[in-house]
């Protein structure tokens, strides 16, 4: 498989619940990429990991926590979420060199009830 | 944080016309990258321009990045259905790799 893919596609959960967001990437890219995406909001990047290591974490709330076991993989543990915290979660892997693209994944749609 | 402006934010018109969305910014950007997003899926990338004054083609897309390196424009020639979607406007500056989003144009194109 080449390419982004993230999963799941779609998330429901409760406030209490603790759930995790998984992205694989198979393109031998050296950096991934969490953001957010709201509606009637541009994209937020939430975290920047590059050659394994967190190079950026944009003032997210705690109730977010990724994890980068190898440059393939990127999670992003989710914990005591708020319902403002609903929104599409789109994972992108690049190489670290400057204006080089972005490939996204499909996003996790997830919904905080 | 170096807000990128797109313009304008809702763009509704019929299969055949043509279009030209605008990405503004106050900063200046080393490169810029226009993207595409579908409903249900992620961005995917258009085209990324580099030189300021470059003009570059995509079949009926034509992408420019302004001279000064501080703005950009994508214009649609005879559009269709297909160019359906989000287009989102990215920068970058000087040597960073990190990618600055703007506020996207939402197009619909009906027949």
């Known amino acids: 498989e080449t390419g982004v893919t993230q999963t799941p596609r779609h998330l429901v959960m409760g406030m209490t619940n603790k759930k995790s967001l998984k992205c694989e990437q198979h393109?031998?890219?050296?950096?991934m990429y969490w953001y957010k995406q709201s509606a009637k909001k541009p994209l937020e990047l939430m975290f920047v990991?590059?050659?394994?290591?967190?190079?950026e974490n944009n003032s997210v709330p705690s109730r977010f926590s990724p994890e980068c076991p190898n440059s393939s993989h990127l999670f992003l543990h989710l914990h005591t979420l708020q319902p403002e915290d609903s929104a599409l979660y789109l994972c992108?892997?690049?190489?670290?060199?400057?204006?080089?693209?972005?490939?996204f994944g499909s996003g996790t749609r997830l919904t905080v009830v | 944080t170096q807000l990128l402006e797109q313009s304008p934010q809702f763009l509704s018109i019929q299969e055949g016309e043509n279009l030209t969305v605008y990405c503004n910014s106050s900063?200046?950007?080393?490169?810029l990258q226009w993207y595409r997003q579908e409903p249900g899926e992620g961005p995917v990338l258009l085209v990324t321009?580099?030189?300021?004054?470059e003009v570059k083609k995509l079949k009926r897309l034509t992408f420019q990045f302004g001279d000064a390196r501080k703005d950009s424009s994508l214009h649609i020639t005879a559009a269709q259905p297909g160019d359906t979607g989000l287009y989102l406007c990215a920068g970058v500056r000087g040597t960073a790799s990190k990618l600055t989003f703007g506020t996207g144009t939402r197009l619909q194109v009906t027949l």
């Open positions: 321009v580099v030189t300021g004054g």
């Open positions: 900063s200046v950007f080393s490169s």
């Open positions: 990991y590059s050659l394994e290591e967190r190079v």
């Open positions: 992108a892997s690049s190489q670290d060199e400057p204006g080089r693209g972005y490939t």
């Open positions: 393109l031998g890219h050296n950096a």
